[in-house]
């Protein structure tokens, strides 16, 4: 990961296990995915951090779209992610899709 970022497991129980990806973007503030695994299938994420998502509604919305799109397996997560974002008209303040895209990368249950 890129200096500031890392990983970590954390314990849910019934099988489920989570994870933890963070990275600092430009400008000091953090974006943080957690991800909740049963074995090794990826069974909820959701993104964290210091951002503003508007409207709000649209970052539910964004984390849906990235599991039923499994976007941790997209060749190219960021142009997909900001596609996403310009279709519904989604503003994003404290990271771009590529910073997004970064976490998504080659995650793995």
Same mark, same amino acid.
């Given at each position: ?19 933890? %990806? ?14 909740? +695994? ?9 993104? %964290?951090?210091? *951002?503003? *998502? #508007? ?15 499994? @976007?941790?397996?997209?060749?190219? @997560?960021?142009?997909?992610? @900001?596609? *996403?974002?310009?279709?519904?008209? #989604?503003?994003?303040?404290? *990271?771009?899709?590529?910073?997004? @895209? #970064? ?5 793995? +249950?």
């Amino acid at each position: 990961m890129r200096p500031g970022g890392h990983g970590k497991a954390r314990g849910l129980g019934q099988g489920v296990r989570g994870l933890e %990806r963070r990275v600092k973007v430009p400008g000091g503030k953090t974006l943080v995915l957690k991800v909740d +695994c049963q074995g090794k299938e990826v069974k909820d994420l959701r993104l %964290r951090g210091d *951002f503003f *998502f #508007y409207p709000e509604e649209g970052l539910a919305k964004l984390e849906s779209f990235l599991m039923e799109n499994s @976007a941790w397996k997209m060749e190219d @997560a960021k142009t997909v992610i @900001a596609s *996403f974002l310009e279709e519904h008209d #989604y503003r994003v303040v404290g *990271f771009a899709p590529a910073d997004l @895209a #970064y976490l998504l990368r080659g995650l793995r +249950c």
